[in-house]
């Protein structure tokens, strides 16, 4: 199991931008797939965007053309880049990691957009 430690969350304005960072406990190069995850207390937990080793690059309808999810391999880190932040992008945002069988969670970073 890797371990996941997310930063960058905190409060914006509507419209405004903020660099979710997902850092890693092991090279990233052996991990198939990683994935941001959000969550609103007392909802669901919802897939916001994936990105596989290879690059290819995946998003839900909700965020498409407003974020960005890339990967830095010499640094372990994953991040996930919002752009044009609304109200209802509030929620705790998870990186999760798998890697065949193991699935690996982050605590989560707290990101609230409010004027």
């Known amino acids: 199991q890797v371990q996941l430690v997310e930063s960058g969350g905190g409060l914006v304005q509507p419209g405004g931008s903020l660099r979710l960072s997902c850092a890693a406990s092991?090279?990233?190069?052996?991990?198939?797939?990683m994935r941001w995850y959000r969550q609103v207390p007392g909802n669901l937990r919802e897939w916001v965007a994936s990105v596989g080793n290879g690059g290819t690059k995946t998003y839900a309808d909700s965020v498409k053309g407003r974020f960005t999810i890339a990967r830095d391999n010499a640094k372990n880190t994953v991040y996930l880049q919002m752009n044009s932040l609304k109200p209802e992008d509030t929620a705790v945002y998870y990186c999760?990691?798998?890697?065949?069988?193991?699935?690996?969670w982050g605590q989560g970073t707290q990101v609230t957009v409010s004027s």
């Open positions: 999760y990691a798998n890697s065949g069988p193991r699935d690996s």
């Open positions: 092991e090279t990233i190069v052996s991990i198939s797939a």
